[in-house]
């Protein structure tokens, strides 16, 4: 059983950053896969970007390719997602998603756990 806690959201304007944590609970952390999805109003969840148990790889979506770096820290069992370069079309829930024995994926049908999601909203 994992347990995640998303923190770090909040309000920005265009073109700012903002770094989401997820901590997760657990001794098996590091033998997870970990993804970032997000929602907005009235849409489906979708992909963000994704990172295997080592952090050998690491997935993205088109949107946010070279703006968004995903990255994890095992001794803290936590994983970040940078954001740079902030649009307000980046405006939405973030979850943190966590894939028992994964390499990460694309699809958050692959996911079992999930966290309770923080609010990241982009001014213009």
């Known amino acids: 059983q994992v347990q995640l806690v998303e923190s770090g959201g909040g309000l920005v304007q265009a073109g700012g950053s903002l770094r989401l944590a997820c901590a997760a609970s657990g001794r098996t952390f590091s033998s997870y896969a970990m993804g970032w999805f997000r929602q907005a109003p009235g849409k489906e969840r979708e992909f963000v970007a994704a990172?295997?148990?080592?952090?050998?790889?690491?997935y993205y979506a088109d949107s946010v390719k070279g703006r968004f770096t995903i990255s994890r820290d095992n001794a803290k069992n936590t994983v970040y997602l940078q954001m740079n370069s902030l649009k307000p079309e980046d405006t939405a829930v973030y979850y943190c998603?966590?894939?028992?024995?994964?390499?990460?994926?694309?699809?958050?049908?692959?996911?079992?756990?999930w966290g309770q999601g923080t609010q990241v909203t982009v001014s213009s």
């Open positions: 990172i295997s148990w080592r952090a050998i790889n690491t």
């Open positions: 998603a966590a894939q028992a024995y994964g390499l990460g994926s694309r699809s958050h049908t692959q996911y079992n756990y």
